[in-house]
């Protein structure tokens, strides 16, 4: 009974609770309320969802919608017009490879092509055992260390297909 | 030649050159006092006096966008620093906010003061970590130091400043797409008229400004009109149109140099000594075949145009877009132009914002032309078709929302009149740039 009174409280100043139960939607609400709910803040509100579940999954993308107030097609607009926000579950871990002009003439596609035959993955996949992602990027702002990688979020230039195999090695069960 | 002192760059190499402590020991915010004792459009024709021209891409003069705000609005008005530094090749704000970022908000707040604004957005990419974090911190000591906030340095003047990340898109750099997205939507540009400073943020008038024109302002402020214009290019007498290129310029060297920076120099250098001077040369010993001037979207240099000053002006003179964000990609002898042009097709072919129809399906046809082209099954008629495509798609042939169509545009008419003989030869060889496998999946 107190519960539910609780639920009803929440419900005035917002929307429903999640019926799950999942603690990581009450810290979600608290980065909400902490803009106020407003529609405007739908960018940080879906990094800070993302940060917290990994992916957007759909269910979470009507919640967040419900409490902004906000149309569901509006969330799911936002969600697949930027590049960052991954419908997707991620890897363990990620390596990202700049694309950039800068980078493509110092050998970037030396390097993608290395990292798909090791990983036995297409860039924007993720390895059958969850282990490694394998994204492509614009330039990352790195062009006087290109060719640039982003190894688990660590930007690193000057990559040759060689060492980057030997960062990525011990991740993949055939490495 | 003197060497050139720097201006914007001169603090990056101190220990500590982000902390407030270190940055007031150098003289810093005192422009700021100075600019609060003067009336707002004073300020704003200071700025415009010394002829400070926007270094986000349009060139366009900073003092004259200020003055285009409504008079006696009741506010608010806003200012978003545009810090979506995405043009590939750019990376001198990245350095400006890392290393130096009170230089960056004392130069907001002047702006401010300027335009009479109490709230200032920073639209910061979120791949710029380590910039986030910085500016996060040197914004919180502004507060605690009566930096920012109300009644700062016992003037009265109120201001906010925002820090606000994107979610990776290059069309977020554009400044209504970035107004866009700093509500919360889409970034997807809006038609002008009107411009931000009638109707942006919330409707409201606003000013974008680029992260290293904001910079400017700081030492404008210091050091006077006349200093700024003691660097840089004036106006060709013979050009009406031509405002002149004034102050220091950061210029990124990148792509096939032996030394890839990013060096400050009076604008106006020759793309030839940014290679052989600051560059250290091209690579491996070998010759440039290309240099992009400022940015992909601006177009190519050939071998033969490296003597183009690169000032507002230059790169236009040899069938460039502009001057652009003045990255210097520089690509080598040994290097396919198909392969260099099939690239930046690639890259604005994902970023179109899919709102226009000649940009959408321009960028997109583009990239499949040449990629058919990379397969071996290209015929001589492709070359015509994509100079047609690429010419047909822009706000300079009045086809399309925004700027990203040009720049689309640039590179594809640059490439196939400039290196013709090349993509010529490219085709009637057969040969193919990509693997067996690859290709293989592009006829999927
Ligand atoms: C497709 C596109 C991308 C752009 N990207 C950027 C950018 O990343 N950073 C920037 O400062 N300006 C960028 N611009 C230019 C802005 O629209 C705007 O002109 C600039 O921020 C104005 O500031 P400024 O007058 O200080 O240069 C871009 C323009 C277009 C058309
Ligand atoms: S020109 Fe391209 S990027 Fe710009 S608004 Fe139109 S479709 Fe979008
Ligand atoms: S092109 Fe790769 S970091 Fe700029």
């Keep these: 009974m107190a519960e539910a009174a609780k639920t009803e409280v929440i419900k005035k100043k917002a929307g429903p609770a999640h019926p799950s139960g999942d603690k990581r939607f009450k810290l979600l609400e608290v980065t909400m309320k902490r803009h106020q ?41 936002v969600a697949t017009f930027y590049n960052l926000f991954s419908l997707r579950p991620k890897g363990e871990h990620t390596c990202v490879l700049c694309t950039g002009t800068a980078c493509y003439v110092k050998g ?28 492509t990027a614009r330039c990352l702002g790195a062009c006087g260390i290109a060719p640039a990688v982003v190894v688990d979020g660590t930007v690193k230039g000057l990559e040759t297909p060689d060492s980057l195999v030997q960062q990525l090695k011990g991740w993949l069960p055939n490495g | ?9 001169k603090r990056i190499d101190k220990p500590n050159s982000a902390a407030l402590a270190g940055y007031r020991a150098d003289g810093g915010y005192t422009a700021l006092k100075k600019a609060l004792a003067m009336a707002p459009d004073d300020v704003t024709n200071l700025v415009k006096d010394s002829g400070l021209r926007g270094r986000g891409g349009a060139g366009f003069s900073a003092g004259a966008k200020w003055s285009f705000l409504p008079k006696n609005h009741p506010g608010p008005i806003y200012l978003c620093v545009n810090a979506d530094e995405s043009e590939p090749g750019t990376f001198n704000n990245r350095i400006l906010m890392e290393q ?31 910039s986030y ?14 930096l920012l906030g109300e009644n700062i340095l016992g003037t009265g003047f109120k201001l906010d400043v925002r820090l606000h990340r994107g979610a990776g898109a290059y069309i977020c750099g554009e400044e209504t797409g970035l107004i866009e997205s700093l509500e919360g939507k889409r970034a997807w540009p809006r038609i002008k008229p009107p411009y931000p400073a009638i109707e942006g943020l919330f ?9 290293e024109t904001l910079c400017c302002v700081t030492h404008i402020l210091t050091r006077g009109v006349e200093w700024f214009k003691s660097m840089g290019v004036p106006p060709d007498p013979n050009n009406k149109r031509d405002q002149g290129s004034y102050g220091p310029k950061l210029y990124c060297i990148s792509g096939h140099v032996n030394k890839p920076c990013c060096v400050e120099l009076p604008l106006g250098v020759m793309a030839r000594e940014l290679i052989d001077v600051h560059g250290g040369g091209v690579w491996k010993g070998r010759k440039a075949k290309a240099v992009v001037p400022g940015g992909i979207s601006m177009g190519f240099l050939s071998a033969n145009e490296l003597d183009t000053k690169l000032d507002f002006e230059g790169p236009g003179k040899v069938g460039c877009l502009g001057l652009g964000t003045a990255a210097v990609v520089v690509i080598d002898d040994q290097t396919s132009m198909v392969d260099v042009l099939y690239n930046c097709c690639r890259f604005m072919s994902h970023e179109s914002c899919g709102q226009c129809t000649p940009c959408r399906e321009g960028t997109a046809w583009m990239t499949k032309i040449l990629e058919r082209i990379r397969t071996g099954r290209g015929k001589l008629e492709d070359i015509d078709l994509l100079y047609e495509v ?14 990203l169509a040009d720049g689309a545009a640039w590179p594809v008419k640059n490439a196939v009149t400039k290196f013709r003989g090349e993509f010529e030869e ?9 693997t067996p496998a690859q290709q293989l999946m592009a006829a999927h």
Excluded: W
């Design chain 2, 133 to 146: 974090r910085v500016l996060d911190a040197a914004i919180k000591e502004c507060y605690a130091a009566g």
């Design chain 2, 100 to 130: 130096d970022p009170h230089q960056l908000l004392e130069g907001i707040a002047i702006a401010c003061h300027a335009i009479r604004s109490n709230a200032a957005y920073i639209y910061l990419r979120y791949e710029y970590g380590r």
């Design chain 1, 37 to 77: 709910f407003r529609s405007d803040a739908l960018i940080e509100v879906m990094h800070a969802a993302q940060e917290l579940f990994g992916f957007l999954e759909v269910d979470l993308m009507f919640f967040i919608a419900r409490y902004l107030k906000l149309p569901p097609s509006r969330v799911f607009g």
């Design chain 2, 1 to 9: 030649m003197p060497r050139f002192e720097p201006v914007l760059l």
């Design chain 2, 390 to 403: 690429a010419n047909s798609m822009g706000i300079i042939p009045g086809t399309t929302i925004c700027g």
């Design chain 2, 203 to 211: 409707r409201k008038p606003t000013i974008v400004n680029n992260v």
């Design chain 2, 426 to 434: 490219y085709i009637r060889s057969g040969r193919s740039s990509i």
């Design chain 1, 108 to 135: 970037a596609d030396a390097l993608l092509d290395a990292v798909e035959k090791l990983a036995g993955i297409k860039a924007g996949e993720t390895t059958e055992d969850g282990k490694l992602s394998l994204v």
